[in-house]
């Protein structure tokens, strides 16, 4: 009998919920039956950190990156876009994977690096409503039971998840924002921003330097050099961009030359 499908509400009320110090017993790797079969027929949601390490591990720039490894569906109800990792249309593998196992696996994905543990992040209505890891078994995988027995704790550490963890801070906070209940939707132009932002960021780089962004608002010269070249603090700078483009949050400073000519909105609008 085929898994039953774990749904947001079955993992909160039926799931036991494991802390940083409760344990399981695990093993992946060649040699156990199921080796690989976990990474077939999965959706992957990447988030921008896991598309930096990814096209940087492959020498591609995002744009490539993007249209070689991943898929963007789009359904009337979606409040903003998201990206898939892509997998063979014939086999259902990933693109990644092979007979040895992950040929990116040091710059493998959040999910991938969690498995098998998942994180639930219930809305806090009450005190007992906060984030919890719990364990995903599935009837493909016979790793469980095997192996070392280890910490919740132990396993982020070894997987390297709380650099992940660190590096997603801000993107989850935007994913989070309480624009989103609202009913207020983007616009195609706002829809391919924050694509662009979050997830082309060598797009973004162009849109950034060849625009009169530069011109209208106030950054500091040693954070403009650093975003020539280093794609975290353009990330970093790019998520703000977000805030204050879609949430209308003081997150940028215009310039008063800037301000003294143009409206607040024209300079969100029309930069080229």
């Known amino acids: 009998m085929p898994d039953e499908p774990l749904t ?18 695990f093993r992946c790797e060649m040699g156990v039956a199921c080796f690989t079969r976990c990474c077939a027929d999965v959706s992957i949601v990447l988030t921008p950190y896991d598309i930096q390490r990814m096209k940087k591990a492959l020498g591609l720039d995002s744009s490539e990156f993007l249209a070689r490894y991943t898929i963007s569906p789009f359904t009337p109800d979606q409040k903003f876009p998201v990206v898939l990792l892509k997998m063979n249309p014939e086999s259902r593998r990933c693109l990644h994977v092979t007979e040895s196992g992950c040929s990116i696996y040091r710059d493998r994905p959040w999910a991938c690096r969690m498995y098998p543990l998942g994180l639930a992040q219930p809305e806090q209505t009450t005190s007992e409503d906060r984030d919890f890891h719990f364990l995903i078994h599935e009837e493909l995988c016979q790793g469980h039971g095997e192996g070392r027995t280890l910490t919740v704790r132990d396993w982020i550490e070894e997987q390297g998840i709380e650099e992940y963890n660190m590096m997603g801070a801000s993107f989850k906070e935007l994913m989070l924002h309480p624009f989103w209940n609202g009913e207020k939707e983007l616009t195609p132009a706002q829809m391919d921003m924050f694509f662009m932002a979050c997830y082309d960021l060598d797009r973004f780089r162009r849109f950034v330097f060849e625009t009169r962004l530069l011109r209208l608002f106030d950054v500091h010269e040693a954070r403009v050099e650093a975003m020539r070249t280093d794609d975290l603090e353009l990330l970093d700078f790019a998520l703000q961009w977000l805030r204050f483009s879609l949430f209308q949050e003081k997150t940028m400073k215009i310039k008063p030359s800037a301000a003294r000519s143009a409206g607040r909105a024209d300079s969100r609008e029309g930069l080229s």
């Not at 009320?13 to 802390?19: D, G, H, K, L």
């Open 8 to 25: 947001e509400e079955k993992i909160i009320r039926e799931v036991p919920r494991m802390t940083l110090d409760s344990t399981f017993t």
